[in-house]
């Protein structure tokens, strides 16, 4: 990411985690961050900020990291029996 955001520590964290049991915490420490951002945006004329677009694309590759390396059901999987 170009411009460093408030949440990109924790979330460059997520990305560069290894271990399993570690990663489970790093994104969750993630989306914390994100969502208190993303929170802290809604008073401003939000719709128009920037750091919107870096947020959702954050929040697709957080998705990634719990659907194909903590085995995370992903959006609108059919759950096994």
Do not use: C, N
Not at 1 to 10: F, G, H, I, K, R
Not at 34 to 61: F, K, T
């Amino acid at each position: 990411m170009a411009q460093p955001y408030s949440w990109t520590a924790a979330f460059e964290k997520a990305q560069s985690e290894t271990d399993p049991t570690r990663l489970q915490g790093a994104v969750m420490a993630a989306e914390e961050a994100m969502v208190q951002r993303r929170m802290e945006l809604s008073g401003d004329d939000a719709g128009a900020h920037p750091e919107l677009e870096a947020l959702r694309a954050a929040a697709i590759e957080l998705l990634k990291l719990k659907t194909e390396k903590l085995g995370w059901p992903g959006i609108g999987s059919t759950p096994k029996p």
